[in-house]
C-alpha cells in the first residue's frame, strides 16, 4: 500500500509539472539534442567538467522538476520560465517592455544566468544549475505561450478541445502538438535538424530580444486563431505543425550558440 501511495505521488509531481512546463518533456529533449548536435569541441569539454558524460536531454527538465522542490528559496524561480507583455507590439514597444519589466522574468532571468556563467566564479553546484536553467529556459523563450499575456496567465485559462479532449491553449503548445507527432525527443532532432550551415547563420544572427519577439508574434496569431475556434483536431495541427518545428529547431540551433560562446 505504502509503494502505491509513492507511485502515486510520483505520478501527480510528474503530471502537475508538466502542465505548466513549456514544451513538454520531449519537447525540451528535442530543443537540448539538437544544441548538442552542434556544442564545439571546446564547448562539449567544458560542459563535461560540470555534467560529466551526460546528454544535455537529461537535463533539459531539471528546471521544471524543481518546482516540486519545497524550499523557499525556490519560489521566485517560477517566474522565471515566462515574460509577460502586452499583445500585438511594435518591436520598438516590446523591447521597450522587456527593458522595463521586472527582474524575476525570463528575459531577466536569463540574461543573468548568461553573465555568472560567463564569468565563472561559481560552485561546481552554482555551475550546473547555470546550465539546467540556460538549456531550459532557452527553449521556454521559443515558446509562444510563455512571450504572452498576464491575464490568462499565457493561455492556461483559455479552454479548448484537442481531438474531443479539455485542455487549454498553453498545454497543446506545451505537448498536444509535440505528442501528436508520436516521435520520441532523438527521433524528432533527427527529423528537424537535416544539418545546413545555413540554418546556423540564419537563425543566430540576431539577438534574445528580436527571439523572443517572434515568440510574441507567433503568440498573437495564436490568440486570434484561438478567439475564432475552440475545437481543434486535425485543422489546427495542420495549421501550426511547421511553425511549432520551426520553433523548436530555432531553439535548438540558438542553444547550441549561446553555449558555444559560453562554455567555448
Known amino acids: 500500500m505504502k509503494k502505491m501511495k509513492y507511485l502515486l505521488l510520483i505520478f501527480l509531481l510528474i503530471k502537475s509539472t508538466q502542465e505548466v512546463s513549456a514544451w513538454g518533456l520531449t519537447g525540451h529533449r528535442t530543443i537540448a539534442q539538437i544544441a548538442e548536435n552542434h556544442l564545439t569541441k571546446k564547448a562539449r569539454k567544458n560542459i563535461d567538467k560540470i555534467i560529466g558524460n551526460q546528454h544535455l536531454a537529461y537535463w533539459s527538465n531539471w528546471a521544471d522538476f524543481i518546482k516540486s522542490d519545497p524550499n523557499p528559496a525556490r519560489k521566485e524561480e517560477s517566474s522565471w520560465h515566462f515574460i509577460n507583455t502586452a499583445g500585438n507590439l511594435t518591436y520598438e514597444d516590446f523591447v521597450s517592455s522587456l527593458g522595463q519589466s521586472s527582474e524575476n522574468n525570463l528575459y531577466k532571468a536569463y540574461m543573468k544566468l548568461k553573465r555568472d556563467a560567463k564569468a565563472g566564479n561559481l560552485s561546481l553546484v552554482e555551475k550546473q544549475e547555470h546550465l539546467y536553467y540556460l538549456i531550459h529556459l532557452l527553449a521556454d523563450a521559443h515558446q509562444p505561450m510563455h512571450v504572452s499575456r498576464q491575464e490568462d496567465l499565457g493561455g492556461n485559462r483559455i479552454d479548448v478541445t484537442w481531438f474531443g479532449r479539455k485542455t487549454n491553449i498553453h498545454r497543446v503548445w506545451d505537448s498536444d502538438l509535440i505528442d501528436g507527432e508520436q516521435y520520441a525527443y532523438t527521433e524528432y532532432a533527427a527529423v528537424l535538424d537535416i544539418y545546413d550551415k545555413n540554418f546556423y547563420t540564419q537563425y543566430t544572427s540576431s539577438s534574445l530580444e528580436e527571439w523572443l519577439y517572434e515568440s ?49
Open 216 to 264: 510574441h508574434q507567433l503568440a498573437n496569431e495564436i490568440y486570434d486563431d484561438v478567439a475564432q475556434q475552440k475545437n481543434l483536431s486535425y485543422q489546427y495541427g495542420y495549421k501550426f505543425k511547421y511553425k511549432m518545428e520551426s520553433a523548436l529547431l530555432k531553439a535548438g540551433i540558438r542553444l547550441a550558440k549561446e553555449l558555444n560562446e559560453i562554455y567555448g
